[in-house]
């Protein structure tokens, strides 16, 4: 499914439709996933194309925050070390309509399920997409559509063994590559202190060849101002 | 420099006022333009995320004739003007503008107040002097109101800022609660169970703070049930009118029901024949 398309496709596997079609000479986009559809009737030059890849998953059921928090199996880290583990993150997909003129989000859908979460105190506290992952050792296995795979470098860069079970991350941020296999994306988490961390991503495939998606923020013009986050209530 | 001294010395013809009286009048007031162009330059730029473009330009113009007017009251000396009797008149005239306008200046003071407090902004959903709905614009004199009814609301800065104000969106999130009532002889953690459920499946009924659902109160009808979930604090509304019917319908699938009010009612006769009336539980 992932990849760019030209004029009519069509996608089917289990729950997900995805479709570009001539219907009545109009080419309309359709799409069908776990029960909810969305349609659109294209308007484009012949040399506008469709991409469709995984995006920052912040996006749904609508966009109220730019927080992805991680929460997984706590882990207890010797001041001064620094380990990599590989935890899973939901996938969402973006389908863009893309010629010279530029570039327009035209769906986003997701086969999973969204939660949030409250990460910090109800005054001061930030919402934030919510999703539990078992710690891996290892890249795990994974289903595409569903979940990708975060390698995550933790380092302890303060004086004190930390305790680490969550890690927040500013979705705009986010650096996702894909290839036939996987959905993937490389992140750090710098521990300042037992209850600060700095996390943020690294702009570098997982796997050598993997292809960059577009990002939605570039394709919605948002400026990103700032970069990473500052973990500062609790990890 | 003699040349210079004498030039500037001599007299413009209009009572005793020399050359350099004018050039230090025209001096002045040009280094007060110069001023006032800065600080309201810089005035516009500092209110630049805090104010309508409209009211930034129109105090920013406020601010520059303020200071231009200060410079020609500084310079207007040297023209040989006496400013007592403009000061007199300018006080008995400041003191009726003064009266005429209270409510003017009060509302303006209130307004900057606001601007850089910062208790509401723009979106936020709000309850004010008995008001409640989004905010559509903080303006100089105003805030204008937009109730859920879709009403206009113009209320004065000075009753916004010297009134209660309620933001239910300044912290991010908030809490909403269902009261709940199942028979007596439906299982009650059974229900809480089912309940808990159904409000995991909201993406925004939030994981944390966790939900809570337990047993209040033991009812004349039934066991009172109270659920206290947290939601996003601009989504709550939504989640509220969605998941109780969600939840009554998960427990009626499940056999358990929402009791009618109800009285049993022992009739004095009917006690006497059978006996066997009184301490009966209340089972439905």
Known sequence: ?235 | MPDLSAALGMSTGIGTITIGDVLWFAGIVAVGVIIAKVVATNVKRALTERLPKNERELLAKVVYYIIILWAIAVALPYLNFDLSGLLVAGGIAGLVIGFASQSVVSNLVSGLFLMFEHPIKIGDNINVAGITGSVEDIRILSTIVKTYDGIYTRIPNEKVFTSNITNYVNNAARRFEYKIRIRYKDDADEAIRLAREVIATHPFALKNPAPMIYVDSLGDNGINLIARIWAPARNWWEVRTILLWKIIKRLEENGIIVPYPQRTVWLADEERTSGSGAGKSLEE
């Open chain 1, 1 to 235: 499914m992932f990849g760019q398309y030209h004029g009519t496709f069509r996608y089917e596997n289990g729950d997900i439709l995805v479709e570009n079609e001539r219907i009545d000479g109009l080419l309309t986009y359709r799409r069908r996933c776990v029960g909810h559809a969305f349609e659109r009737i294209l308007v484009a030059s012949k040399n506008a194309r469709i991409t469709i890849n995984p995006v920052e998953p912040v996006n749904l059921p609508k966009d109220i925050t730019d927080l992805l928090l991680i929460e997984f199996t706590p882990i207890v880290i010797e001041p001064g070390t620094m380990q990599t583990v590989y935890l899973k993150f939901p996938v969402e997909v973006g389908v863009f309509l893309e010629s010279e003129k530029g570039i327009e989000v035209l769906d986003i859908f997701s086969a999973g399920t969204q939660k949030y979460t409250l990460y910090g105190p109800p005054a001061g506290g930030v919402i934030a997409r919510w999703y539990r992952s078992v710690v891996y050792p290892e890249i795990p296995s994974v289903e595409r559509f569903r979940e990708g795979v975060m390698e995550l470098s933790i380092l302890n860069t303060s004086s004190e063994w930390a305790h680490v079970s969550c890690a927040v991350f500013n979705g705009v941020d986010m650096k996702i590559f894909y290839n036939g296999d996987i959905v993937a994306t490389t992140a750090t988490m710098k521990i300042i202190s037992p209850a600060i961390a700095e996390t943020g991503f690294i702009d570098a495939p997982l796997i050598p060849g993997m292809t960059r998606s577009v990002e939605l923020y570039k394709a919605r013009k948002i400026r990103v101002i700032g970069r990473g986050y500052l973990m500062e209530w609790g990890l």
